[in-house]
């Protein structure tokens, strides 16, 4: 059973423009969200998080938005940079467990 | 580079061998957990401890073992290797001295590969 989809294929953006990455989740006990970015050959770094409390969280070209009621979440990326071409993974969790993660989602910017 | 440290970076071995994994977590973290992420797919948790115990446990083998030392690095032992073990296997620490999940930082992983 995944509890956190991340059903989007590949996402292709133009440099500049906005790139949006979704996530769904099943569990309504999560109540704190993390985005990581992995390139190749790397370990996964951590981008930005936000809890349940909040519907919104921004960190420079990143903002993430919760919407619980749909048990949903984006991160926008604006502009998106070359450089922001990665694999993106959301993770939820909750007091006592450990975070679940989902299959990722890929993302290329094009110069 | 997020301060935590895996070694080796890769690994070649042969079906039914035995190799140990290792990982210093960042400075001042007590949580170390440890993930595999086989090919195109997302991070499957194995296992994580908290200053030196088991905290929770995942999708973990049986061939599969870890500890935390009490420096705080970890290992992770796999046992009767079998080619769907190839995977890259990722450790992460986190401060982690409450039941609530906090950020983990991830190391670099290191590649297991299974002939």
């Known amino acids: 059973d995944q509890q956190v989809k991340q059903n989007s294929p590949p996402l292709s953006v133009q440099e500049g423009r906005i790139s949006i990455l979704n996530c769904d989740y099943t569990?309504?006990?999560?109540?704190?969200f993390l985005w990581y970015k992995k390139y190749p050959a790397e370990g996964p770094t951590f981008l930005i998080s936000?809890?349940?409390?909040?519907d919104k969280n921004e960190d420079g070209r990143f903002t993430v938005f919760l919407n619980k009621s749909a048990k949903h979440l984006s991160l926008h990326i604006v502009p998106s940079q070359p450089g922001d071409s990665a694999v993106y993974f959301c993770a939820a969790g909750v007091y006592g467990q450990n975070f679940v993660f989902g299959p990722g989602t890929r993302l290329s910017v094009l110069p | 580079d997020s301060g935590v440290t895996q070694t080796p970076k890769h690994l070649i071995t042969a079906t039914g061998q035995r190799v140990t994994l290792r990982c210093s977590p960042r400075s001042g973290d007590l949580s170390v957990y440890w993930y595999q992420q086989s090919l195109d797919q997302g991070l499957q948790f194995l296992i994580q401890y908290y200053n030196g115990e088991e905290r929770a446990k995942g999708n973990i083998l049986e061939r599969f073992s870890a500890q935390q030392f009490p420096d705080l690095h970890s290992e992770l032992n796999l046992s009767s290797l079998e080619l769907g073990d190839s995977a890259l296997y990722f450790c992460a620490s986190s401060v982690g001295t409450s039941r609530r999940p906090d950020t983990q930082y991830f190391g670099p992983g290191t590649r297991l590969t299974v002939l």
């Open positions: 936000i809890s349940s409390i909040k």
């Open positions: 569990n309504s006990m999560f109540d704190y």
